[in-house]
T-cell receptor, first 114, second 113 residues
Framework: DAGVIQSPRHEVTEMGQEVTLRCKPI?????LFWYRQTMMRGLELLIY????????DSGMPEDRFSAKMPNASFSTLKIQPSEPRDSAVYFC????????????FGSGTQLSVL | GNSVTQMEGPVTLSEEAFLTINCTYT??????LFWYVQYPGEGLQLLLK?????DKGSNKGFEATYRKETTSFHLEKGSVQVSDSAVYFC????????????FGTGTLLAVQP
């Protein structure tokens, strides 16, 4: 199993540009999570999907952030327009959605907004 | 609301020293509790978990006991190795939404030879 795959690993962009982060969950997993990690705030849940449907997006910081899951094998997190304070590591994670079970994390995308 | 508080790092130890990383939680009902570990440049991975009071989770020499009376889930290891250097996260599954994990801020452990 290839695990959760995220791309790109690193993204450097200028303020105001659109940024799209991509995630492929583990095949057969029904739940997908987007987390953001910063030194100041630690690991924050942004949004999670169950069977491709957004269940809880209360962690999405503002309207500049949007997430989609068009099918069971792909999700995107988009920031438009990006700002320097969005600089962080963004993680995608998945599990089968059967209850209190472990999450499988991708290696993350290191985003730097200049 | 539900939350997790863990000791701030960094924690710096010599090889073979005893490790404790404190974690306390606030939750209504009966959450499940977890420790995750993040090695440099990687995503988090589950280290151990406990699903009910007095349960002890263990893995790779690490242990943590679910203490409901003190709302704690402290991580311990009797003899750390350089390879244990990583960031450790305590987490709980929200009782009202069993598939949602709430993480602490993480504790950096640095083990010196």
């Amino acid at each position: 199993d290839a695990g959760v795959i995220q791309s790109p690993r690193h993204e450097v962009t200028e303020m105001g540009q659109e940024v799209t982060l991509r995630c492929k969950p583990i095949s057969g997993h029904n739940s997908l999570f987007w987390y953001r990690q910063t030194m100041m705030r630690g690991l924050e849940l942004l949004i999670y999907f169950n069977n491709n449907v957004p269940i809880d997006d209360s962690g999405m910081p503002e309207d500049r952030f949007s997430a989609k899951m068009p099918n069971a094998s792909f999700s995107t997190l988009k920031i438009q327009p990006s700002e320097p304070r969005d600089s962080a590591v963004y993680f995608c994670a998945s599990n089968s959605g059967q209850g209190r079970e472990k999450l499988f994390f991708g290696s993350g995308t290191q985003l730097s907004v200049l | 609301g539900n939350s997790v508080t863990q000791m701030e790092g960094p924690v710096t130890l010599s090889e073979e020293a005893f490790l404790t990383i404190n974690c306390t939680y606030t939750a209504t009902g009966y959450p499940s509790l977890f420790w995750y570990v993040q090695y440099p440049g990687e995503g988090l991975q589950l280290l151990l978990k406990a699903t009910k009071a007095d349960d002890k989770g263990s893995n790779k020499g690490f242990e943590a006991t679910y203490r409901k009376e003190t709302t704690s889930f402290h991580l311990e290891k009797g003899s750390v190795q350089v390879s244990d250097s990583a960031v450790y996260f305590c987490a709980l599954s929200s009782p009202g939404a069993t598939n949602k994990l709430i993480f602490g801020t993480g504790t950096l452990l640095a083990v010196q030879p």
